[in-house]
C-alpha cells in the first residue's frame, strides 16, 4: 500500500519550478507563498520561468518551508 500522499500527489519528474508547482498545489498554496522564501517577487517569477536555478541555500530554505528532502528541489 503506498503512503497517502504518493498515492493522493504523486510527484512528476521534471526541473525545479515543476516541482515547486506541485508542491505548491499539493498545500494549495501560489507563488506569493514564496516570497519570504526566496525574497521577492521577483525572484520568485524567476525561477518559475526557469530564467535561473535555485541555489542550494534557496534549495535548503524550501526544503524547510515544504518538508521534502532538498535534493526533489536542486
Not at 45 to 52: G, L, Y
Amino acid at each position: 500500500m503506498l503512503p497517502f500522499e504518493a498515492e493522493n500527489y504523486p510527484i512528476p519528474a521534471g526541473n525545479a519550478a515543476s516541482m515547486l508547482q506541485h508542491l505548491m498545489d499539493a498545500r494549495d498554496l501560489d507563488k506569493s507563498d514564496l516570497i519570504p522564501v526566496l525574497g521577492t517577487e521577483t525572484e520568485v517569477e524567476k525561477v518559475f520561468v526557469s530564467e535561473r536555478a535555485i541555489e542550494i541555500d534557496e534549495a535548503r530554505k524550501l526544503a524547510d518551508f515544504f518538508q521534502v528532502d532538498m535534493s526533489f528541489l536542486l
